[in-house]
């Protein structure tokens, strides 16, 4: 096979010239950058391991990992040789062919990522959970997607009702000591023992690569479909976005189970043969500065939420680290706050770069660039290709200044496929010219920049995690104290907002705060800690539509002392 080797920088990528970028570029134009352009034969993980395997960067580190216990590094030809381990044990013993869904429960370690790519090597689908998910919110993901194979540890399999899940055939177990059956099989073992050479699997641009399940405001988590044609988005604004150039060293702090640690942690790094940075482990400021150094780090994407909490900690600590050669640091998720952009400036001499995107986007979409004149505050433009613009409800384009719905224009290479098994929740997102609406409302100023506002639904955005009320409300009633729940975002200094639940207690119950803190671990054992209510607030009877519905409009307005609007379809 003809190797393309990538070139280190090509073109604008710097974005110097926004306006002409945006005026001519055309994603038709990236397709050259792939392997498949010439060969017609397209697979993501070839894209993004093999080919740098197969050139000039056959011994450059691919993947730096680090927790506790291991400290390792891995060169894009070890990666390919791993990866293609972890697809042969996947097949020859897990039957995994084609668009088979394969999911992957285990916490941050090489491992995952050698199954994540294998499996994207067969031309499976993957779905990522998060290592914090407890056994109903894993069911869920789980039964919808009819998962065929699931790769986990033995500590997470108490997890896994598996007597529950018919299609599920084959679970490997990443672990020491582990006792094979039928169904369950020992995946180091095996790796070890596999072959380095693996057939790909070509796929068509247009098939399954990813699975992502994500939280609207109402009804279960859906699961988001996103194709290999992804990689060209995630391949252009690796580029324009994370500025990402051949000798830099790039920390994504999200975790796999979310869209961030899957599209911005493996595969813009990789499709880009970057050097990735990946730490296991729980979030700690001391640990995090440590990563920065030891590694010299200099492009680092991270949320909010956590520089909120490494300026908690005091600039004390940093201090104590050489962060100098930090270059490029970039935030995403939830609004980032212009007292975090000042701090940042202050104690790592950058100022941090805001993105917006979406699980349901792909890739980022509006952003602030390097060369960018950033406006604190604000999302950022959206990148050449996107078409962004604010819309009315009926999807009539507002001018400047206005608020409503922020919308962007079908048709950017990431753009998800479809929602699995839910084509009519797919459709419900498209008006009917063509924009596709986010759920955020926002403004454009008279410069073309995106002010971020809120949600127009209910969604709660909490340390940079999306949490659905209706899951979270489904859990609650689950308890047998509980009658009625109704589950809202509150806003809080640090975590954006936390979840607050009021709920209505069956009769012959007393209110207590044991009683709180055992609904709340029972929500946290049921779903995962992340969708558990910080704060829980009795009342005799919850606002309610006359169909019943919880009013969560009527809640919010409750806890931050608003009007409560509209009240005539409330019931008596
Ligand atoms: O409300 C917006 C918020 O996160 C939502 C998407 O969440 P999720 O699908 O979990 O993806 C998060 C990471 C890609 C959006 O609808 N959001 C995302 N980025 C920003 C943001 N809110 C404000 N500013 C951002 N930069």
Redo the contacts with the bound molecule.
């Keep these: 096979m003809n190797v393309v080797a990538l070139p280190a920088v090509k073109g604008d990528y710097n974005l110097t010239n926004y306006d002409e970028t945006y005026k001519h570029f055309d994603w038709k134009d990236v397709e050259k950058e792939f392997t498949w352009s010439e060969t017609g034969k397209v697979n993501l993980a070839y894209e993004a391991i093999d080919r740098h395997a197969e050139g000039f960067r056959k011994n450059k580190v691919a993947l730096y990992y680090s927790d506790d216990s291991r400290d390792e590094k891995y060169t894009f030809k070890d990666l390919k040789e791993l990866t293609n381990k972890a697809g042969n044990v996947l097949k020859e013993y897990g039957g995994v062919e084609k668009g088979d869904r394969v999911f992957i429960f285990m916490p941050r370690s090489p491992e995952l990522y050698f199954a994540l790519l294998g499996a994207v090597k067969l031309g499976a689908v993957v779905g990522p959970l998060f290592e914090a998910f407890m056994e109903g919110a894993v069911r869920d993901r789980l039964e919808d997607s009819e998962a065929k194979v699931l790769v986990t540890t033995p500590a997470l399999l108490d997890r896994v009702p598996v007597d529950k899940l018919p299609a599920l055939k084959t679970i490997f177990l990443v672990g020491r000591d582990i006792k094979e059956d039928e169904k369950q099989i020992d995946f180091l073992k095996h790796l070890a023992d596999a072959s380095k050479q693996l057939e790909l699997e070509w796929v068509d641009r247009m098939d399954g690569l990813i699975l992502h399940y ?1 939280s609207g405001s109402t009804g279960k988590p859906k699961g988001v479909l996103h194709v290999h044609n992804a990689m060209i988005q995630h391949y252009q604004t690796a580029k324009w976005v994370l500025d990402l150039k051949e000798e830099d060293v790039y920390w994504c702090t999200a975790d796999p189970g ?3 640690g899957t599209s911005y942690g493996i595969f813009a790094p990789w499709l880009t043969g970057t050097s990735n940075v990946i730490v296991g482990g729980r979030f700690k400021p001391e640990d995090w500065y440590k990563t920065i150094e030891k590694f010299g780090v200099t492009v680092w994407y991270s949320a909010p939420t956590a520089f909120r909490m490494l300026m908690g900690a005091g600039d004390e600590i940093i201090k104590k680290h050489d962060l100098t050669s930090l270059r490029h640091v970039l935030s ?5 706050n212009p007292e975090v952009i000042r701090w940042g400036k202050k104690v790592f001499g950058q100022r941090i770069h ?6 349901e986007t792909g890739a980022h979409l509006i952003c602030n660039y390097p060369s960018m004149n950033i406006k604190p505050g604000s ?1 950022g433009k959206p990148i050449p290709g996107v078409e962004a613009a604010i819309v009315d409800d009926q999807g009539n384009v507002l001018p400047p200044n206005r608020m409503g719905n922020l919308a962007i224009k079908k048709g950017w290479p990431s753009m998800m496929q479809t929602i699995w098994n839910n084509e009519p929740k797919y459709q419900s997102y498209f008006f009917p010219n063509g924009w596709y609406v ?3 409302s926002a403004y454009m100023d008279e410069d073309g920049y995106f002010w ?1 506002q809120g ?1 127009v639904d209910d969604v709660i ?1 909490t340390s940079g995690e ?1 949490v659905g009320p209706f899951e979270v409300e489904s859990k609650l009633i689950e308890h047998p104290a509980v009658a009625e729940a109704g589950v809202i975002g509150k806003p809080d200094p640090v975590r954006g907002e936390i979840i607050k639940a009021f709920v209505a207690l069956m009769d012959g119950y007393e209110e207590s705060d044991e009683l709180k803190e055992e609904i709340r671990q029972f929500v946290k054992n049921g779903l995962a800690a992340h969708s558990a209510p910080r704060e829980i607030e009795f009342r005799d009877k919850l606002p309610k539509t006359r169909s019943g519905k919880i009013m969560r409009r009527v809640l919010k307005a409750w806890e931050l002392d608003l009007p409560a609007g509209d009240l005539s379809t409330m019931e008596d």
């Design positions: 994500t979310w869209v961030t995403v998720g939830e609004p980032l805001d993105t917006w995107w979406m699980t999302m986010s759920g955020d971020f949600r955005m999306r």
